[in-house]
């Protein structure tokens, strides 16, 4: 007996699938969601002020580059500061796949038809550039050096220790950054790649480990893609209500 040649619809054209759930809802959310952060991000990029209250700086503008004296239009402290931490999350892999789906739909979600089948070309031409994902990393490692210094100054202002919700808040989003680069693909492969044998390799049981840990981290990589994106609007959106006034920092000690 002959077997019997089963032939499925084909799907083609853009958002043409056989799924029957809601796939549609998750490139919709990252689309709303990426879209409103780099408006408020440009907002306060060229609103040029309220990047500080008291003890506290933005991490929109940290470090901190007085741009007043410069006498050119439209630089202001996070212009200088937002390009490189920029960089690092828009050639970061996960990001990749959440814009790519959601504005390119390249496709937009898992057997969905995609726009311009079969024109997409990587990383090859336009998009080379994200071939530096693993370069900006090394920047991402310097600034979270100076967000952990900005919550250790926010522990002293006047003199006198100072311990006040926004000192917590800071605190939070320099943990969520940090588990976000510790867990980036990047840091796995420079803390363990390269290697054919860790037990012939230089400090090979010590990068075993350090491997180790981060392999337990970049499970959880998209998760900490996103809290670290929350965290750090809230926490420059909490520092500029401070700074206007808005509301009033409430000192713990």
Same mark, same amino acid.
């Given at each position: 007996m002959a077997n019997k040649v089963v032939r499925l619809p084909v799907v083609d054209g853009l958002g043409q699938t056989l799924r029957k759930d809601n796939w549609w809802?998750?490139?919709?959310?990252?689309?709303?969601?990426?879209?409103?952060?780099?408006v408020y991000a440009t907002f306060r990029a060229f609103e040029g002020t309220h990047y500080m209250a008291g003890p506290y700086l933005s991490p929109l503008a940290s470090p901190y580059f007085?741009?007043?004296d410069l006498g050119i239009?439209?630089?202001?402290?996070?212009?200088?500061?937002?390009p490189f931490p920029g960089l690092f999350?828009?050639?970061?892999?996960?990001?990749?796949?959440?814009?790519?789906?959601?504005?390119?739909?390249?496709?937009?979600?898992?057997?969905?038809?995609?726009?311009?089948?079969?024109?997409y070309n990587g990383e090859k031409k336009l998009l080379i550039f994200q071939n530096l994902h693993r370069y900006a990393l090394y920047f991402a490692l310097l600034f979270? #050096?100076? +967000?952990?210094?900005?919550? =250790?100054? &926010?522990?002293?202002?006047?003199?006198?220790f100072h311990l006040g919700v926004g000192s917590l808040v800071i605190m939070a989003n320099c943990t969520f950054l940090s588990l976000y680069?510790?867990?980036?693909?990047?840091?796995?492969?420079?803390?363990?790649?390269?290697?054919?044998?860790?037990?012939?390799?230089?400090?090979?049981?010590l990068r075993h480990r350090l491997w180790g840990?981060?392999?337990?981290?970049?499970?959880n990589h998209m998760a900490f893609a996103w809290v670290s994106l929350?965290? #750090?609007? +809230?926490?420059?959106?909490? =520092?500029? &209500?401070?700074?206007?006034?808005?509301?009033?920092?409430?000192r713990l000690m």
């Open positions: 809802a998750g490139p919709l959310v990252t689309f709303i969601v990426l879209t409103s952060f780099v007085e741009t007043k239009p439209l630089i202001t402290p996070a212009i200088l500061i937002l999350r828009f050639t970061c892999y996960y990001y990749r796949k959440a814009y790519y789906r959601s504005f390119a739909m390249t496709p937009p979600a898992c057997a969905v038809g995609a726009r311009s089948p079969g024109n979270l #050096v100076f +967000l952990w210094h900005d919550f =250790i100054k &926010s522990l002293s202002y006047e003199g006198k680069t510790f867990s980036c693909h990047s840091f796995r492969h420079l803390v363990g790649g390269n290697v054919n044998s860790y037990s012939e390799a230089p400090f090979g049981q840990w981060v392999s337990k981290l970049n499970i929350f965290g #750090v609007a +809230l926490c420059d959106l909490y =520092i500029r &209500s401070v700074a206007v006034g808005a509301i009033a920092d409430i």
